[in-house]
C-alpha cells in the first residue's frame, strides 16, 4: 500500500462548479498536511495547509480527518484557471520530517 | 529575493556519463531534498539532507550520489548506473527545526538521455 493516495482523475468540470478531491495516508505517526498546486512542466507550489480544525482560504477549503486517516480539498466555484494537478503532501513523523508525496489529482475546468 | 535555484533547466546526457545537477537555497532552511517526477507520476524521493555533511537514501536512491558540505547547497550527480534518467528533478528545502513545515521547491531541471 502507498504511503499517500490520491485518484489521478482526470476531473473535467464545468466553470462554476465544486469539486472535491481526497487523499488518504497510511502512516497514523503523520504530523503535518498540505496541498500543493503544479502546472504542467512546472514545480509544484504551496496551495494550502490543512490544520486539525479545517481551514479555508477564498474558494478553496481543506480538512483533515485523523481518525479516517484522509485529507481533503474543495474548491467552489471553479474557475479555467484551477486547471492544474493538485498534490496531496504528507510529512511523515518519527524523528525526520520527510515531505512524501501522492502521485496528484489532475483537475480540468471547462468553459 | 529568498528562494531556491536550481540549474541548469534543461540537460541532456549522452549513455554513460555522469551529471551534476546543481541546488542551491539562501532561505535559510536546514533540510533539503531531491525527487524525481516522471510523466503522470507523483514525486519519488532521491535523497535528503537534514543538516550539513549528513544525507539519508530515499526511496530510489540507487544510480544517484550527492553531497551537503554547504547548508546552502546540495548537488545532485546522475550516475551511469541510473538506467533510465530522463526525468524532471525537483530540489525542495524545508526548515524543518522544530517540526514539520511545507517545502519550497526550485523551478526543476528537466533532464534528458540522448
Known amino acids: 500500500r502507498k504511503e499517500v493516495e490520491q485518484d489521478p482523475g482526470p476531473f473535467n468540470v464545468p466553470e462554476g462548479a465544486t469539486v472535491a478531491f481526497n487523499c488518504t495516508y497510511s502512516?497514523?505517526?503523520?504530523?503535518?498536511f498540505f496541498w500543493y498546486r503544479q502546472d504542467c512542466r512546472k514545480e509544484p507550489k504551496l496551495l494550502m495547509s490543512?490544520?486539525?480544525s479545517g481551514n479555508e482560504d477564498g474558494r478553496f477549503t481543506a480538512q483533515l480527518n485523523r481518525a479516517s486517516q484522509y485529507i481533503s480539498l474543495l474548491i467552489r466555484d471553479s474557475k479555467l484557471s484551477d486547471s492544474a494537478t493538485y498534490l496531496c503532501?504528507?510529512?511523515?513523523?518519527?524523528?525526520?520530517?520527510?515531505?512524501?508525496f501522492g502521485r496528484g489529482t489532475s483537475l480540468i475546468v471547462h468553459p | 529575493d529568498g528562494g531556491i535555484t536550481q540549474s541548469p533547466k534543461y540537460l541532456f546526457r549522452k549513455e554513460g556519463q555522469n551529471v551534476t545537477l546543481s541546488c542551491e537555497q539562501n532561505?535559510?532552511?536546514?533540510?533539503m531534498y531531491w525527487y524525481r517526477q516522471d510523466p503522470g507520476q507523483g514525486l519519488r524521493l532521491i535523497y535528503y539532507?537534514?543538516?550539513?555533511?549528513?544525507?539519508q537514501k530515499g526511496d530510489i536512491a540507487e544510480g544517484y550520489s550527492v553531497s551537503r558540505e554547504k547548508k546552502e547547497s546540495f548537488p545532485l550527480t546522475v550516475t551511469s548506473a541510473q538506467k533510465n534518467p530522463t526525468a524532471f528533478y525537483l530540489c525542495?528545502?524545508?526548515?524543518?527545526?522544530?517540526?514539520?513545515?511545507?517545502?519550497?521547491f526550485g523551478q526543476g531541471t528537466r533532464l534528458t538521455v540522448v
Open positions: 525542495a528545502s524545508s526548515i524543518e527545526t522544530i517540526g514539520p513545515d511545507e517545502a519550497f
Open positions: 502512516n497514523s505517526a503523520s504530523q503535518s
Open positions: 490543512v490544520y486539525s
Open positions: 503532501v504528507v510529512n511523515i513523523g518519527g524523528g525526520s520530517y520527510i515531505p512524501t
Open positions: 532561505l535559510n532552511h536546514d533540510a
Open positions: 539532507s537534514q543538516i550539513v555533511n549528513d544525507f
